[in-house]
């Protein structure tokens, strides 16, 4: 099947439903303008490319993750401020916070403090 079959079919199922009788050439002069108005659709009604939103989405999660990062830097940050005061260090301290809970002091060597 072709395009101008396909448009064909569609007006001759279209015209039967709502009980229209139309002739061959009828249906061929519809259809070629129906595939016409089809092809120029987008020009009358914009559509952006998916690629657009594609792009628009992934800017989109890289300004979260970019937020949520400085967030969880900020906070991490705050909390070796608070674990060197609590642990009696100097505010010029290397001091960390492992994943485990762990709390090391490093600078020429790594000790554990907590």
Known sequence: ??????????????AEE???????????????SVQVAHENYDMAFYAPPPSDRISTVKREGDAKLARLQAEFDAYRNDAEIAVKRALRQWPDANVSIQKNGEVIRWGGRIERIQ
Do not use: K
């Open 1 to 14: 099947m072709n395009y101008e079959e396909y448009w064909r079919e569609c007006i001759a199922d279209a």
């Open 18 to 32: 709502c009980g229209a009788v139309l002739t061959g050439e009828q249906i061929n002069a519809i259809a070629g």
